[in-house]
Each structure stands twice: as structure tokens, then as C-alpha cells.
């Protein structure tokens, strides 16, 4: 977990990676939204992910991860720790290899559980702080 090897291969250089993003918040004081909105501007394609919305960030917003129209590069999460191990079984089903858990949410089991599917695991930490700190801004 929280491997510098996964950290880089998961930001990429941004053109055509796509982060499908679980909880992304229409609410631009919340972090997932200025957070995937830096992403968006940095080169990547943001997947949004929240039943409660129809579009955010100028995307369409889809229900679950099952329901994208493509597999996404990375699922990145900003949901309450209780909420991940579900997470993680629907990307074992989907065969989803990339997590990354936002900074402030951490469940070890899930991640544990993750890694033994497969599943390279990025938790407790922000991506766009490592985007920034990668791009030495």
C-alpha cells in the first residue's frame, strides 16, 4: 500500500487517464469537488460517481462503478471508511486495479482485502496533493 511505484503509474501523465470518482459532491467547497475539478483540468478525464446527481463538472454522474461506460484507470474515494469494503467488491467484480482512498479515510481490512484480489491500493492520501507535489508545484 501507498507504494511511490503506485502513486506514479496511477497519476500517469494525465492524458487519456481516466478517475472515476466515488462521492464526487456538486458543492465546490467540498474536496471532492475541487479536488476532481483540479484533476479535470490537469489532463484527466473525471467519471463521476454519486446516484444523487445527474452532472457534475460537466459530466455525467453515474449511480455505480458498474454503470460507467468504461473501466476507469483509477477509482479514487471519498466516501466514510464503513463505506470502502463494498467498494472494493464491486471493483473486484469488475476487475478494477487501481484504488486510491482520499487523505482522512482509512480501513485497513478493506485495503488488505483489495490488495489480495489484486488491487493496487493508494490510502490516506490526497491525489491531488501528490499530483502537485509530483509536478513540483
Wanted: negative net charge; hydrophobic residues 45%; charged residues 25%.
Amino acid at each position: 500500500m501507498n507504494e511511490p511505484e503506485a502513486i506514479e503509474e496511477m497519476l500517469g501523465n494525465g492524458t487519456g487517464k481516466t478517475i472515476a470518482v466515488v462521492g464526487l459532491s456538486d458543492n465546490p467547497s467540498k474536496p471532492s469537488h475541487y479536488v476532481s475539478e483540479y484533476m479535470q483540468r490537469n489532463g484527466y478525464k473525471i467519471l463521476p460517481v454519486n446516484p444523487a446527481l445527474q452532472m457534475v463538472l460537466g459530466e455525467k454522474s453515474y449511480a455505480s462503478l458498474a454503470e460507467l461506460p468504461v473501466k476507469p484507470d483509477v477509482v479514487n474515494v471519498f466516501r466514510v471508511p464503513a463505506q470502502i469494503p463494498a467498494i472494493v467488491d464491486e471493483m473486484l467484480v469488475l476487475g478494477l486495479k487501481d484504488l486510491w482512498v482520499q487523505a482522512g479515510i482509512i480501513n485497513m481490512e478493506a485495503a488488505a482485502k483489495a490488495e489480495a484480489g489484486g488491487i493496487r491500493v493508494v490510502m490516506d492520501r490526497c491525489i491531488m496533493v501528490e499530483h502537485r507535489r509530483r509536478e513540483g508545484a
